[in-house]
C-alpha cells in the first residue's frame, strides 16, 4: 500500500522556523505532484503549497508566499517544506499529499488521491 508519513511538526515560537518532511513509502511516486495543506481548529482544509514531478515547479498561497519554501528530492521519494516567519495564524495541522501530473489543479485537494497522517505545528505568541 501507498504511505506518506509526515514529520518535523512542534512547538516554535512566532517569527520562528520549522522544517517538515514527508516520506512515500510502499511504492514510487517520483513523478507525481507533492502538495501540502493544512487545517487548523474550526477552519476548513486550505492549500499551502506544490511542487511538481521535477522540482522546478512550485506553487504557494498568498499567505505563506516568501516565507514557506517546498522542495522534492524524486529520488528518494521524499518532499520538505521549509517555514520561515512562523505567525500564530499559521497554528494548524499539516498533511503531505500527492496527484497525479495530469491537468495541474494544484491548489484542489479533492484532486490528491494519496494522504499522509498529519503533523501537528504550533506556533505560540
Known amino acids: 500500500q501507498v504511505q506518506l508519513v509526515e514529520s518535523g511538526g512542534g512547538l516554535v515560537q512566532s517569527g520562528g522556523s520549522l522544517r517538515l518532511s514527508c516520506a512515500a513509502s510502499?511504492?514510487?511516486?517520483?513523478?507525481?505532484?507533492m502538495g501540502w495543506f493544512r487545517q487548523a481548529p474550526g477552519k476548513e482544509r486550505e492549500f499551502v503549497a506544490a511542487?511538481?514531478?521535477?522540482?522546478?515547479?512550485?506553487y504557494y498561497a498568498d499567505s505563506v508566499k516568501g516565507r514557506f519554501t517546498i522542495s522534492r528530492d524524486s529520488a528518494r521519494n521524499t518532499v520538505d517544506l521549509q517555514m520561515n516567519s512562523l505567525k500564530p495564524e499559521d497554528t494548524a495541522i499539516y498533511y503531505c499529499a500527492s496527484k497525479t501530473p495530469w491537468g495541474g489543479y494544484y491548489t484542489d485537494d479533492t484532486k490528491y488521491a494519496y494522504w499522509g497522517q498529519g503533523t501537528q505545528v504550533t506556533v505560540s505568541s
Open positions: 510502499g511504492r514510487t511516486f517520483s513523478t507525481w505532484v
Open positions: 511542487v511538481n514531478w521535477s522540482g522546478h515547479e512550485t
